[in-house]
């Protein structure tokens, strides 16, 4: 079985290794934040516990998962792994530079993924020593729930890596799509215009709920303004304006204003208990 590392243990990358140790890998983990690490363990045995409380998890699962967690103190320890991925902080020097230690101590083929959202794979691999081994595996949030992972090469990625960084995503029970390295891969680029027009309605005056009703009753699964209360408005806004610089703020990625002051108000959706259209009547599920 593939050993499987994961560096970052935030709200990405702690659902990242639930995955991977879940589905039965050895799991190799770390953050550079020292409680990062020491809560990692009772964070994901609490996300369990919820999967056991709901019935979709029996306890025998619940202690395999925690069994194939491993949380390491230093990079060393992720030498034997076949596949490494970095769930950090969103900046090009920081994933340049752990790429750089971590391939000082494992071997030419390990594979070295991104979970960034909008930086280029290829900056990322452009002072890595071996970039044929380096590619996004782009997973959504909350990982454990959703289904899709993008997989994005840049142009002097090996296919060995590709095709060893789809199967073993795959057999982590993912649907992996193989994205172009742009701005936004797939998904994120092709939701702002979804969120973009519903704004601009919104500005026009158009109420937000009965915007997301039209749209799910012509059978969107979650209407724009309910898909924002669910990420956090803060998260779009960042994700937007991220694309849209990377796009040189082409009008299609328009940050709109409507967006900025909701983000302003602190009314971010449901984590802070007020959105465009949170809370709802009828709440749309987490994984939807
Ligand atoms: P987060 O802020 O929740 O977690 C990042 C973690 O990385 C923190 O625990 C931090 O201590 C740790 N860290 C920072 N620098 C480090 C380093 N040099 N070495 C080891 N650990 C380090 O961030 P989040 O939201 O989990 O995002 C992580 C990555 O995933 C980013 O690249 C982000 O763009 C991407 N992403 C985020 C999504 C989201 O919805 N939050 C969705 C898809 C991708």
């Known amino acids: 079985m593939h050993s499987i590392g994961i560096i970052g243990l935030g709200t990405m990358g702690l659902g990242i290794a639930q995955v ?33 409380t709901a019935g979709k998890l029996t306890t025998e699962a619940r202690d395999a998962t925690l069994a194939n967690l491993q949380i ?36 030419a083929t390990t594979i070295l993924a991104t979970n960034t959202s909008s930086i280029p794979v290829a900056t990322i691999a452009a002072t890595a020593k071996h970039p044929e081994r ?19 090469p840049h142009a002097g990625t090996s296919a060995q890596a590709l095709t060893l960084a789809r199967q073993i995503t795959e057999a982590a029970g993912k649907t992996v799509i193989q994205c172009p390295d742009r701005p936004g891969f797939i998904v994120n680029r092709c939701a702002r215009p979804y969120y973009g027009e519903a704004l601009a ?7 937000a709920a009965e915007i997301d009703a039209a749209m799910m009753a012509a059978g969107y699964r979650l209407g724009p303004f309910a898909l924002i209360d669910l990420i956090g408005a803060d998260i779009n806004l ?12 082409h009008p299609r990625y328009r940050v709109f204003p409507a967006l900025k002051a909701q983000v302003a108000s602190g ?20 994984n939807a």
Do not use: W, Y
Request: with cysteine.
């Open 20 to 52: 991977f140790a879940q589905a039965g890998f050895p799991t190799i983990a770390t953050d550079a934040h020292a409680p990062a690490r020491e809560t990692a363990r009772h964070r994901m045995a609490d996300a369990l516990q919820s999967r056991i």
């Open 201 to 207: 309605l919104l500005e026009e005056g158009h109420p």
């Open 72 to 107: 390491a103190d230093t990079l060393a320890d992720f030498a034997a792994c076949t596949l490494i991925i970095e769930a950090i902080v969103e900046r090009a020097d920081a994933k340049q530079s752990l790429f750089a230690s971590l391939e000082a101590v494992v071997p």
């Open 134 to 152: 380096i590619l996004a595996l782009h997973f959504f949030n909350p990982p454990t729930a959703m289904k899709l992972v993008e997989l994005a």
């Open 238 to 249: 960042a994700a937007t304006e991220g694309l849209s610089a990377a796009m040189q703020n």
């Open 267 to 286: 009314h971010l959706g449901r984590k802070s208990g007020q959105g465009f259209i949170h809370p709802a009547k009828t709440e749309p599920k987490a």
